[in-house]
């Protein structure tokens, strides 16, 4: 197949890339810069220039593809811009012209989610793959609702949702180098109350997989779980950061955690969120194989790419 991936020079893209040409597949990377393109160029992918906001282009990318994954996402806009929103709506918009592109093709469309999209609407459980998010506790709910809308269109679309921490030495903008961050700040590495609320995890290989499986074989209107760790406790993360920084490990109050973390991560720091990936396993036979959160974080190279 001829695969069209948006985000494709990033941390989960690239190695993506590099899976499918190996599984035999083509594979066009989106670039908005000239640096993605030599990167992803160099992969051994075509290029096609363009960005979230070319709207026409990635219908057109996506019509002359025999599948796309969706990976990219406006988190400099989310986060440093602070109008998560508006990188929302951009989101809607993309997944539109892309799934407008594929109307009636049978072809695969996957696009990307997150776990924690559900540990407002499911308690006390871990959550599976069936639970469906609730629009007024996370709004990418509506990015599933509208891919999965295509799944009644003639697109064979499905969802992967990745845990919090897709780690790996690749990965140098996400929660864990942000936890990193903050502990090399404060001089101490910092769970709330007991550090009982519990983190899905899932190794960037491992991930990258779960992609191709989907792309390959998924059922149209399928939802999958990138989660290789049903939930690790956040305290056994602040422990693993304190361990590799060589700082102390200390309990904060629910209050504190806006002022220690940040408004963003201190609020997802709590967030209970223990996930099975059960039926995932089952139905496109996906096996985890790759380090752990812990270990992987006891391996260095968070410590030595993670700046302050």
Same mark, same amino acid.
């Given at each position: ?154 697109? #064979? ?40 609320? #519990? ?110």
């Amino acid at each position: 197949m001829r695969i069209f991936i948006t985000g494709a020079s990033g941390h989960i893209g690239l190695p993506l890339v590099r899976e499918l040409l190996q599984a035999g597949h083509e594979v066009v990377g989106l670039a908005r810069s000239e640096a993605s393109a030599r990167t992803i160029a160099a992969a051994g992918a075509a290029v096609r220039r363009g960005d979230l906001d070319d709207l026409d282009g990635l219908r057109d990318a996506s019509r002359h593809a025999d599948g796309v994954v969706h990976l990219a996402f406006k988190h400099d806009l989310a986060l440093a811009g602070g109008d998560f929103m508006g990188a929302v709506a951009a989101d809607l918009r993309a997944v539109e012209a892309i799934g407008d592109g594929l109307v009636d093709s049978g072809k695969p469309f996957v696009n990307t989610s997150g776990t924690m999209l559900l540990a407002h609407s499911v308690l006390g459980r871990p959550c599976v793959e069936d639970d469906a998010g609730q629009a007024g506790g996370n709004p990418r709910v509506a990015s599933e609702d509208l891919s999965l809308a295509y799944a009644k269109r003639g697109v #064979r679309a499905s969802i992967v949702r990745l845990a919090p921490t897709v780690h790996s030495s690749l990965d140098h903008y996400g929660f864990v180098p942000m936890i990193i961050a903050a502990a090399r700040k404060n001089g101490f590495s910092t769970y709330v109350g007991e550090g009982a609320a #519990r983190w899905p995890a899932v190794h960037t290989l491992d991930a990258v997989r779960l992609y191709r499986l989907a792309l390959e074989s998924a059922l149209a209107g399928s939802r999958f779980h990138a989660a290789a760790e049903e939930g690790v406790p956040f305290r056994s993360i602040a422990e693993a950061v304190a361990r590799g920084l060589g700082v102390p490990a200390k309990s904060i109050p629910a209050e504190e955690a806006a002022r220690i973390f940040g408004g963003f991560l201190g609020m997802v720091t709590q967030l209970d969120n223990p996930t099975s990936s059960a039926r995932t396993r089952e139905l496109l036979g996906w096996t985890p194989t790759h380090a752990s959160l812990v270990a992987d974080i006891a391996e260095g190279h968070y410590f030595a790419t993670t700046s302050a």
